[in-house]
């Protein structure tokens, strides 16, 4: 591939090509695949600690913010304990109510966000339990919390996160198998997650083979001045984070939006002009999502598709990406990775420098 100006490779592809070892690193030495279960010693809690917990909020900001919603996601689905993500630069402003029986999760690439940190000190301060989702070991919020999982990605320079998106989805998933196999999680789930976990580095492997097709897509998004990323329920976030990429290397307007507000009001800017890119996993909400698309079709909407191989798109003239199936709630993951290629040839097809986008640093690390 032609990779701009200089021809040397930008170092947020390498890290994007990265992302299977990074994700094989994230997972070593702590499956349990006899008991279908995850353990994270780092965690500092034990099975009645980890029982004890009546909610979950996860803090983080950017990318983790949004790999954060994922993660709560999986963890309502397999623990079936309440949990929600907020931006930690929000939460620390707002004087939250600091409960004693929620764990407090802090998610950050760098260990050094400002906002993040400030947010596991306020809680700390209060009475609260904070475990940290980080990379950097050592950071300064790995040090700040009652203990934690790394996430072991591997260094990450790029401004545009990929590998660390992907091994914080990942870090979610083993901390909502642990909390979900000390309550009600049956070992016949618990395996087959286990077993989904480690097939991802395979087919993350095989959806990053399809570049040259995503290539060609995002030339033609990049046209657009303005573009939809759209989703519902697990595939919202990753249109929250395919929509961020987009923005931070490529400056197009990329909005994300949960698929069933659209008719809310965003359907009003729908036109030939305003494509669309929808993330519609093969799950029980397919048939909804299809129904949007329509709505968005009808108005002369470009449809771009990110899906699962034998869903079917009826009548809709939309290009499809397919990526490979795992367990639905894995899905997330293997969704993202196309919307990071899309970014970065967007980026490419412009002819900006992906690893240095303008007015944006990779930690911000003062207020
Ligand atoms: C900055 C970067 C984002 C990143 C966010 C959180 O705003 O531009 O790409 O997601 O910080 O960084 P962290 O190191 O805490 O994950």
Do not use: W
Not at 17 to 31: D, M
């Amino acid at each position: 591939y032609e990779h701009g100006a200089t021809g040397a490779e930008p170092r947020m592809y390498t890290e994007m090509l990265e992302q299977p070892a990074s994700v094989e690193r994230t997972l070593r030495g702590r499956l349990d695949e006899r008991f279908g279960t995850a353990h994270l010693g780092g965690l500092g809690m034990d099975a009645r600690e980890l029982r004890a917990v009546q909610r979950v909020k996860i803090l983080g900001c950017g990318s983790a913010y949004y790999a954060g919603q994922m993660g709560a996601q999986l963890i309502e689905e397999l623990a079936r304990v309440p949990a929600d993500a907020e931006a930690a630069s929000e939460f620390r402003y707002r004087d939250a109510v600091i409960d004693p029986d929620t764990l407090y999760v802090a998610v950050s690439q760098s260990g050094e966000t400002v906002d993040t940190l400030l947010a596991v000190e306020e809680i700390r301060r209060k009475g609260g339990r904070v475990v940290g989702l980080v990379n950097v070991v050592g950071s300064a919020i790995a040090r700040a919390c009652d203990g934690g999982i790394y996430l072991h990605a591997g260094p990450e320079t790029a401004v545009a996160s990929t590998k660390a998106v992907t091994t914080m989805f990942v870090g979610f998933a083993l901390l909502a198998l642990q909390l979900g196999r000390v309550r009600d999680l049956s070992v016949a789930d618990g395996k087959r997650l286990v077993a989904g976990l480690l097939r991802l580095p395979a087919q993350i492997e095989e959806t990053l083979a399809g570049e040259e097709r995503l290539a060609g897509i995002a030339k033609t998004l990049a046209q657009a001045e303005s573009m939809f990323f759209v989703g519902r329920v697990r595939g919202y976030p990753v249109a929250r984070e395919g929509a961020q990429k987009l923005k931070e290397i490529s400056y197009r307007h990329a909005e994300a939006y949960q698929m069933s507000e659209l008719k809310h009001g965003p359907l009003a800017l729908i036109s030939p002009a305003v494509p669309t890119v929808a993330v519609v996993p093969d799950d029980e909400l397919a048939d909804r999502n299809i129904g949007a698309l329509h709505e968005i079709a009808a108005r002369g909407g470009p449809l771009v598709v990110v899906t699962h191989d034998g869903v079917d798109l009826g009548e809709l003239t939309a290009e499809r990406i397919d990526v490979p199936r795992n367990e639905k709630e894995l899905d997330p993951l293997l969704l993202t990775i196309p919307l990071q290629l899309v970014a970065y040839h967007a980026a490419l097809t412009l002819g900006h420098d992906v690893d240095r986008p303008r007015n944006l640093a990779k930690s911000v690390t003062v207020e």
